[in-house]
């Protein structure tokens, strides 16, 4: 059983390479921010949890830490798990370590590694399907009809954190307390994959992850 860890800054791909790697390893794909989007939405969250998403900072390591473990628990992760934006710190990153050797879990960390310019790009025009979820970006893979879903006609909507003010705070957040997990991972046993994030179609990088996870 491996802990898939999907690392890499705001906008390097996490979301989309997750669901890519879904279909090639056959485990779920957990991300933590659409897990707590759902809640916020649900009212199972404080306001103050919304507010700090909104604002692209991060929510309490407590409360990321109960809802993956939770989800962790189902038995659909019981063979493995994809994780995407978790851990974000290190009191997070150390809690996943602890989980994962009390059960004799393997993590591997993949690293995307993309070009600040083409974050930029990627965040300022990315726009997703509220029905199907589907992700499009208005320059990189716009939509067939001007905004709406190929697959389901639903008038595509921007994340409320996707504004200019939200990315350079979540960028700054990624600097501050999320790059110096990839410290932690590179001076502990976790297998680590530097992978370069910015080539397209996302396809070749998804390829280019599922072989080499299946080498090892
Ligand atoms: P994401 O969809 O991964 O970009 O996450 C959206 C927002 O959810 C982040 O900007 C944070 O406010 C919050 N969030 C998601 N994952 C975490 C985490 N592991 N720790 C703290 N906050 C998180």
Redesign the pocket.
Known sequence: MKAIVLFGS?GSG??TQAKLLTGCLGVPHI????M??ERVLQGAELAQ?AT??QS??????E??NGI?EERLARPDAAEGFIL??????LP?ARHLRAWSEDRGVREVVIHLVVDYNIVIARLTGRRQCPRCGTLYNLVLKPPQRDNLCDLDGQTLTA?N?DNEQ?IEE?LD?YERETSPVLEYYRTTPAAMLDVDGSQEPPERVSEQICLSLKNR
Do not use: E, F, I
């Open positions: 705001p996490k979301g991300s933590t921010g659409d707590l989007r949890t700090a998403m692209g900072l991060l929510v309490s390591d409360l990321v993956v995407d934006g978790y851990p974000r710190t997070q994340r954190d939200a979540r957040t």
